[in-house]
C-alpha cells in the first residue's frame, strides 16, 4: 500500500499527546523526507531506521518515503519515532499488515542492527494512552516502568524483528507484568536528633499541613538532620500520586522502579541554576520543584542561593504549578512540594551564641538577611529558631533503640491529614481564600490574638492567612473541631519566631497539643 498509518505518542511537558506517523511511497528517485516540525535527532532517524530494516533482513525501498509526523505544530524530539517510522515504511511496502497496526501504538529508538533500545517518558506515554483501548509495544528496557499503569496493556521488545513476528501473528509478544513492589526505605528517624523538642513539634506541624518550614539556627544545631527526617513523617503516596511522581520522573529519564511510591526528596546544591530549579531547556524538562512534586525540597544554606532563582519559586509556592514559555511552546509542570529550608543568623553562624563568638557588624548581618526577599519569606509558613542543644541532650546511643519516634509522629500527621481531606479535599496549606475564609474561622479571642499579632508584627494579608491555616492544622493535631487561643498562640510563636521576641505581644504559653 502506498500510505501507512502508526500511531504513537510525543511528550509535552508532563503530557504526552497522541502523534501519527504517516508513510507515503511515491515514484521518483530514491529519497527518504521527514516533515512535521522534527528535531536533529528525529531527522537522523532517517539513516538508523534505513540500516535497522536491512538488518532485519527486510527490503527498504528505492523509492521516494515522505514520512509526516502530525500534527505538524507540535515539535517532536528524541529517538522514540524510529520505531514506528520503519514499521511504516514495511506497512506501505506490504510487508507489515495495516489492520495489526491500528490496534497499537509504539515506541522505541532503533540501534543499527534492529535492536530497540530504552526511552525516556515511557510511563507518561503509557499513563496518556491507557484510554485508547490500544496495546502500547516498547522496548523492553522501558515496559517495567510502564507496566506500572494498572489497566494498561504494555508489550516489550528486544529487536524490530520481534515486533515484526508479533504484527505477522507469528510469535506474539508478551505483555509486560508490574514489577513486584519494593520493600519500604529505611529512613532517617526522628530520635536522632537530640532535644530542639520545638523544631521537631514544628516539623510536625508541616507534615500535617503540606507547609513550607524555614530553620535557622547555629552550624551543628541539626538543621539539616531534622530536614533529611520530613519524609520519614509523610503518609505513603497514593496510587495517583505515585504514578504522577513516576510519570514526572520518567518524563526526565530518572525513573527508578525501585523507588516507585516514595515520597520524592530533592537536595539540590545552592550553585544550581533557575532553570534547574524550575525546569527549562529548549526542550522543556521539569526541575528539581516538578521532581520534588508530592514529597520535599531541601534547600540548605538559604542566603547562600543567588536571589534570582530563589524569586523563580515564589509562584509555584503559591499555585503548584510552574508554567515555562519558550517561543516554539509553552509546557506546565505539576509543582505540589513541600519547602523546607535551612540558614545560619549570620555570615559567621554564631549570632546570639551567650560565649560571644559572633563577630558580625550589624551591617553585616543585615546583608546577609537581606538575601532573602521579603515576598519570598512571607510564603514561608514556619520560621523556626534551632538553637544550640544543651549539653545534657547530647548523648551516644538511643535510652530505647526499638523505639522509633518517627513511626509515632507519623501515625498523628496521617490522622491530621485525614481529618483536613474528609473536611476540605485537599491539605490546610492548599486551602485558598474562600476555602481559608470557609474552614479555618477561630474562635472570638483567638481571632483577636492574630489581629493583635498582625497589628504589632506588620504581618501582611498573605501571612494573615497563613498563620491562619497553620492554626488549622494545629487543631486537626489536637483533634479538635474549633480553633482556639492556643492553636492561634503556636501558630504565632512558629510564624515569626524572631520577631516575637522583641514584640510587645502578650498571649499565652504554647502548649503541646
Not at 213 to 241: D, V, Y
Not at 395 to 414: C, H, I, K, N, Q
Amino acid at each position: 500500500m502506498p500510505v501507512a498509518v502508526v500511531g504513537s505518542r510525543a511528550l509535552a511537558g508532563a503530557s504526552a499527546p497522541r502523534v501519527t506517523v504517516e508513510v507515503h511511497l511515491s515514484g521518483g528517485l530514491p529519497a527518504f523526507h521527514l516533515v512535521g516540525l522534527p528535531e536533529a535527532e528525529v531527522r537522523e532517524a532517517r539513516d538508523r531506521v534505513r540500516a535497522a530494516i536491512q538488518n532485519a533482513q527486510y527490503e527498504f525501498p528505492a523509492r521516494r518515503v515522505t514520512v509526516n509526523l502530525a500534527p505538524a505544530d507540535l515539535p517532536k524530539e528524541s529517538g522514540r519515532f524510529d520505531l514506528p517510522i520503519a514499521l511504516g515504511i514495511l506497512a506501505a511496502t506490504g510487508q507489515l499488515p495495516q489492520q495489526a497496526l491500528d490496534q497499537h501504538e509504539f515506541a522505541g529508538e532503533l540501534a543499527l542492527s534492529g535492536e530497540l533500545r530504552p526511552i525516556r517518558g515511557a510511563l507518561a506515554m503509557v499513563l496518556a494512552a491507557q484510554d485508547a483501548g490500544r496495546a502500547f509495544v516498547l522496548p523492553v528496557g522501558s515496559a517495567a516502568e510502564a507496566a506500572l499503569v494498572r489497566g494498561a496493556r504494555v508489550l516489550p521488545a528486544r529487536s524490530l524483528l520481534d515486533v515484526c513476528a508479533h504484527l505477522r501473528g507469528h510469535a506474539s509478544l508478551p505483555a509486560a507484568l508490574a514489577p513486584d513492589a519494593p520493600e519500604p526505605a529505611r529512613l532517617p528517624d526522628l530520635a536522632d536528633v537530640r532535644g530542639q523538642a520545638h523544631a521537631k513539634r514544628a516539623l510536625a506541624i508541616a507534615a500535617a499541613g503540606g507547609h513550607s518550614l524555614l530553620f535557622i539556627g547555629p552550624p551543628g544545631t541539626g538543621k539539616s538532620m531534622l530536614a533529611q527526617r520530613l519524609p520519614g513523617l509523610l503518609p505513603p503516596l497514593t496510587e495517583a500520586e505515585a504514578l504522577e511522581v513516576a510519570a514526572l520522573a520518567s518524563v526526565a529519564g530518572r525513573f527508578d522502579p525501585r523507588r516507585f511510591r516514595e515520597r520524592p526528596c530533592r537536595a539540590p546544591h545552592h550553585t544550581a541554576s533557575a532553570a534547574a530549579i524550575v525546569g527549562g531547556g529548549s526542550h522543556p524538562r521539569p526541575g528539581e520543584i516538578s521532581l520534588a512534586h508530592h514529597g520535599v525540597l531541601f534547600l540548605d544554606e538559604l542566603p547562600e542561593w543567588d536571589r534570582h532563582v530563589l524569586e523563580v519559586l515564589r509562584e509555584p509556592l503559591e499555585s503548584g504549578v510552574v508554567n515555562i514559555a519558550r517561543a516554539a511552546r509553552q509546557v506546565s509542570f505539576p509543582a505540589q512540594f513541600q519547602l523546607v529550608a535551612a540558614m545560619n543568623p549570620c555570615p559567621c553562624g554564631h549570632r546570639g551564641d551567650p560565649r560571644g563568638r559572633c563577630r558580625c557588624t550589624p551591617d553585616q548581618v543585615a546583608r546577609y538577611r537581606g538575601r532573602l526577599s521579603g515576598p519570598l519569606l512571607d510564603r514561608i509558613d514556619l520560621v523556626v529558631d534551632v538553637p544550640v542543644p544543651a549539653p545534657e541532650a547530647l548523648a551516644l546511643g538511643r535510652a530505647d533503640p526499638a523505639r522509633s519516634e518517627s513511626a509515632e509522629v507519623r501515625a498523628r500527621v496521617a490522622t491530621a491529614r485525614e481529618c483536613a481531606r474528609a473536611r476540605q479535599g485537599e491539605l490546610n496549606a492548599r486551602l485558598d481564600a474562600a476555602g481559608v475564609a470557609r474552614h479555618c474561622v477561630p474562635e472570638p479571642a483567638a481571632h483577636a490574638l492574630l489581629a493583635k499579632a498582625v497589628a504589632r508584627l506588620g504581618l501582611s494579608a498573605r501571612a494573615f492567612h497563613r498563620v491562619a491555616k497553620v492554626a488549622r492544622t494545629i487543631a486537626d493535631l489536637a483533634g479538635s473541631d474549633a480553633i482556639d487561643v492556643r492553636h492561634m498562640a503556636e501558630a504565632i510563636g512558629c510564624r515569626r519566631a524572631d520577631a516575637l521576641r522583641d514584640a510587645d505581644v502578650t498571649m499565652p504559653a504554647s502548649t503541646r497539643v
